[in-house]
């Protein structure tokens, strides 16, 4: 069953990796980005469940805060320009 789930991930992430290759324009492109970080911010939550190691958790939880804040930087670019 482990297995399925990160055949799912890993599918989900080459999915997003397409996107942000090909999107037509650059807000597809960081919108591919911020998904594939939460895939890994759930990608380490199940590791961290996997391998009982809570430390996993706490890592992803400040990965996923520096990742909203780097897309929000992003996202005032693209909006504004500066």
């Known amino acids: 069953m482990n297995i399925f789930f990160l055949v799912f991930i890993g599918l989900g992430i080459i999915l997003c990796l397409l996107r942000m290759i090909k999107g037509p324009t650059t807000p597809d492109r960081a919108v591919a980005v911020d998904t594939i970080s939460t895939i890994t911010t759930a990608l380490l939550v199940f590791l961290g469940f996997i391998f009982k190691r809570y430390i996993y958790l706490d890592v992803s939880l400040v990965y996923a805060v520096l990742t909203f804040i ?11 320009g500066i």
């Open 70 to 80: 780097g897309v929000i930087a992003i996202a005032r670019y693209l909006e504004k």
